[in-house]
Every structure is written in C-alpha cells, then in structure tokens.
C-alpha cells in the first residue's frame, strides 16, 4: 500500500523477494501481520533487504503473532550475539482497536479462521481480508461503505477454515462494496477467465502484479 511517500505491506509470505523485486519497492515503512501461518509469514528473513538500508523496518502485529515469530525467527529477535546481517524489525503490538500508520488511521477487522484469530485491515475506503471463514456482525459494521474490498476465496468446495467462492460472494453481497478483488485462491478454483465469467459485475479475481487506485 502506499500514500504519500510511505510504502507498507500487508503479510510477508514466501514469495515477498519476487513480489518486492517485481513491484519495484525499494523502501519499506512497515508490514502488517495478519496471523502468523508461514504462507503469511515466511518471507520475513527477506526483510534485511530494506532493514540493511534503512536501519530498521516498522512491524505491526497483535502479541500472539509477535510470540510466534519469536518462535519460528528466532535469530531475528536475539538480543545477545545477534548476526549483523539479520532483519532489524521495531515491533508494534496493536489490538482490535485503531492505531495510526504515519497520517493514516488503520482499523483492525478481528475475523477466524477455524480457531486461529486473524486481522483485516480497513484504511479509509480500502479493506484487505485474508483467511476469513466466520467474521461476526460487529466486525462486519467495521466494513460498511468500502470503494474496494479485497477479500479470500480459496476454492469452490467448501473448506473449514476458509471462505469458498460461494462464502465469499455472500459475503461481498452483505457488505456491498463498490468493488470487490477475490485473493488467496488456489488452483482448485479454476481458470482465471472461466470463473471470471460467472462473477457479478462489480467483482474481480486478483492475481499477481495487480495494483490497484483508491
Ligand atoms: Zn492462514
Ligand atoms: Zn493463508
């Protein structure tokens, strides 16, 4: 995402190297975990990249994503005999209330996951949800109005701890954003052009590369 001259990303999965190499980011002010499964979170040692350059990269996440990254990079948060070369993160807890990002303020959208807890992320007219399958009713109000929502859609069987197509359609139709981008989607849901046909007008598969004006 970015505004101004500020640069966040959302998540930093396995292929985070290809994506930044790819979008031609050469700073980074911070990242924003959702939850800490390693398709979110396994890229992080890439983030020297930037830290090397900048000093330290700002990194937002709620405590129990940060305890599990300690887990899974521990050499990231050393305190005693810490490599010169590993990633320099300043972490921010947040919980499910607002915090500001430079001028922004974000709005944390709690939704499950099965039993695991996941943040989405409102900021202005923009929200970004990734691995929902139940999000409740006061959550849902945080997402009213939106110019785009983007939104998971895993596949067309149903799965326990991720929304479908189905799933996700309805819950596209009950928040009515203006326009809606379906993402983390595997090969079991189809050929991008196929399942396009069939999507309401207002919605849209995302793929790779796909930047987006709000
Ligand atoms: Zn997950
Ligand atoms: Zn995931």
Not at 20 to 45: I, K, N, P
Not at 126 to 150: C, G, Q, R, W
Request: hydrophobic letters at 40%; aromatic letters at 12%; one cysteine or more.
């Amino acid at each position: 995402m970015e505004w101004g001259d500020q640069v966040y990303v959302i998540d930093c999965g396995p292929d985070f190297r290809q994506q930044m190499l790819g979008s031609d980011t050469l700073r980074l002010d911070g990242l924003l975990f959702t939850h800490y499964h390693a398709d979110h979170t396994a890229g992080l040692d890439d983030v020297r990249s930037f830290s090397l350059r900048q000093g330290y990269v700002e990194a937002y996440a709620d405590a129990e994503v940060i305890a599990n990254l300690k887990e899974r990079f521990g050499y990231i948060f050393a305190t005693r005999d810490r490599y010169a070369g590993a990633p320099n993160l300043r972490i921010t807890e947040f919980e499910n209330r607002p915090f500001m990002l430079s001028n922004k303020t974000v709005t944390p959208v709690q939704v499950m996951h099965g039993s695991t807890r996941v943040f989405g992320f409102r900021i202005d007219d923009f929200a970004y949800i990734t691995d929902a399958k139940h999000v409740s009713p006061s959550e849902m109000e945080k997402l009213a109005n939106l110019d785009v929502l983007v939104v998971n859609a895993l596949r067309i069987e149903p799965h326990p701890t991720h929304f479908n197509l189905e799933e996700a359609l309805e819950f596209i139709e009950q928040l009515r954003p203006k326009r809606a981008y379906l993402t983390h989607i595997s090969h079991r849901l189809g050929f991008h052009a196929k399942v396009s046909e069939d999507l309401p007008k207002n919605v849209f598969l995302a793929y790779d590369g796909l930047s987006l004006t709000v």
